[in-house]
């Protein structure tokens, strides 16, 4: 598909996600949509911090040393190192090994780093993608498959949380949760999550934070919700209110580390990290 055929493609898709997420809030009663107003938040984050990479959908790695993003024009993949925290990130490298003629999104690196997951449309459809490699300092393999046990699912976007679970949103920004018995194995089918409609979402180690896009708050709005214990419903805390690190300030894309004390997110189209 041709480079500006992809990119109008993938900019459709993101209106049709926001319009189908508002009818659904419209379909709700007026109890839900008499919700009280959100408290202005941080979550315990200082100011966001600019890397210097233009990109979207950023995944740090849990050292803080290597960073994957997704570049539009096309969309495609991309990493960069360092060598200490302290340090600037190298110049990126594009990931051809992952790439395809499709669109490759929101890549998301497991804790040890050996397992990367993203979505692409490679086959007409998008679709959750792995890649494996033997370790943190390798490249990874040519030719990802589908994951295992989800190669019927719909995937809008993917994040790690914990090294067999995976929390998934489609297009309708439907949030659900998929585990597997072991690497390797299949996924069992994905299981719906009580939470409001969401996008691009990142759940904490423990599975009781939760940082997303959401609607109908609108594009750059990112809630931060709880829970206190595994299985009960996320509860909406507020929206994080961080100073405009950018032009527009528009906040997206959130990240929690596995460790869960960085966050990284996109602002405008540079990358950005803020630490608890």
């Known amino acids: 598909m041709p480079v500006a055929r992809r990119r109008r493609a993938r900019r459709r898709h993101r209106r049709l996600w926001t319009t189908r997420l508002r009818r659904r809030r419209r379909r709700r009663g007026p109890a839900d949509a008499a919700a009280p107003p959100d408290a202005a938040i941080n979550a315990g984050f200082g100011e966001p911090i600019a890397l210097g990479l233009g990109g979207s959908d950023p995944w740090l790695a849990r050292d803080g040393l290597e960073l994957w993003f997704d570049q539009p024009a096309p969309y495609e993949l991309w990493s960069a190192r360092r060598g200490a925290l302290a340090e600037a990130f190298a110049a990126p490298v594009l990931a051809t090994t992952l790439n395809s003629a499709g669109a490759e999104t929101d890549p998301s690196l497991s804790a040890d ?163 608890r």
């Open 113 to 275: 780093g050996l397992e990367l997951v993203f979505v692409s449309d490679r086959d007409g459809a998008e679709r959750l993608y792995q890649a494996a490699r033997a370790s943190a300092a390798a490249d990874f393999a040519a030719a990802p498959i589908v994951m295992r046990g989800l190669e019927a699912t719909p995937v809008h976007a993917a994040a790690w949380a914990g090294a067999d679970t995976l929390y998934l949103t489609d297009d309708a920004g439907g949030l659900a949760r998929a585990t597997r018995a072991a690497r390797g194995a299949p996924f069992a089918p994905p299981t719906s999550v009580g939470a409001p409609a969401v996008g691009w979402p990142t759940v904490s180690a423990g599975e009781l934070e939760l940082f997303a896009e959401a609607f109908p708050d609108g594009a750059g709005t990112i809630v931060w919700a709880t829970r206190a214990q595994a299985g009960d419903a996320f509860v909406r805390r507020g929206v994080l209110d961080f100073a405009p690190p950018c032009a527009d300030g528009a906040l997206a894309d959130p990240q929690l580390t596995d460790d869960d004390h960085t966050l990284v997110l996109r602002c405008g189209g540079d990358i950005y990290v803020a630490r």
